[in-house]
């Protein structure tokens, strides 16, 4: 019997749960890690997935908008224990590192003018650069296989950078670009569906939708505060558009939360990858941080509870819509090459969004002032030379030497990162 076809023993959902929960509490070092820890657990040591259903699910999930490790979670549990065991496994996978976000920015909205914790961010912010910059040189290996990936990842970069085109339309650009290139090749019928009427998939959209969206009409109907609005609204969109994973809803979020809405400075967004980053967890809880600190800045702790709380529920539900709504159709929309390269080139579109992130992060870390300049028709972010931050520059070059050189992890860099910047900000 093959392994595509071989039955593979089916747990308890209370088995599954306690797996799920040890996922959700060891999922530290951002998707590829979870997903490999993913793997380990459920193809490796349990067998409850063969490992071409993994591959599969891998393939459907990255092709989603919104945290790919968290939507897997939810489709193996769906496949093993249907809608109870999804919910079961996204949550476990989120809920953990959610509680420890909504502490530590509880923390740092009450005392981020501490010296010490200024001391300790100031050198995460330097690793947090060299983590973005290894994010686009991992993405790029994977996304730009043609010459046009290359194009579209350059077109992109020059379109959000110079001339601050909306990601939502980049998104849709790239990706009409993809279809019509891959119009030419013919279609090859593969799997059927599973035998899912086109009826029970509505009515799961329709139920999903309403989750999702019944809420924050709920919110405009009772009078309620405009940041809670703002932030359903926008945290919604996020969810919609952010395809290429957590990198690419940071290159979409950074400069709105920032410029746009006013919510976070240029510091306080570094310090929300740096936090998302050593908890467990996927890495798209940093829209539940920034929630936190505008709700903070808005009305205080009352308000960041409660905005941290709307991020969540627009962050994660659209995730619970894609995977119940599409898990049947893996093997179909395995096969159809208009979608499949539409969505190559929306990931070669991430790749120019995450570089101006990289260089978006890298200004702003490394000087004092940065200002918008107009260039003819193009402004582009440009330094005061004479601002730079000579300490923040040697911390990153460590860094960078410690990440590519000699392979450290994300977390042993980090905390180097932090605790020699508190010492040396402490000392000079």
Known sequence: MSADTKSFPNPSLRAAARVWWKIGMLSFGGPAAQIALMHKELVEDRAWLSEQQFLNALSFCMLLPGPEAMQLA???GWRLHGTPGGLIAGLLFVLPGAAIIMALAAIYSLYGSVPLVQALFFGVKAAVLVIVVEALLRVAKKALGRWHHWLIAGVAFVAIFAFAVPYPVIVALAGLAGWVSAAKHPIHETARTAHVPMSQTARTCAVWL????LPLLALQ??????IFVQIGTFFSTLAVVTFGGAYAVLAYMAQDVVGTFGWLTAGEMIDALGLAE???GPLILVTQFVS???GFQAGGLGFAVAGALVALWVTFVPCFLWIFAGAPYIDWLSGQPRLQGALRAITAAVVGVILNLSLWFALHVLF?????VQIGAAA???PDVATIDWLAAGLFGVSCLLAFRLHWGILPVLLFAACAGAGLNLLL
């Open 368 to 372: 004092g002032t940065v200002s918008r």
């Open 210 to 213: 309403a989750i999702w969206g």
């Open 221 to 226: 109907w009772l009078g309620a505060p405009g």
């Open 74 to 76: 939810t489709y193996a």
């Open 278 to 280: 050593t908890t467990p």
């Open 380 to 382: 582009l972010w440009w």
């Open 292 to 294: 936190f600190l505008a």
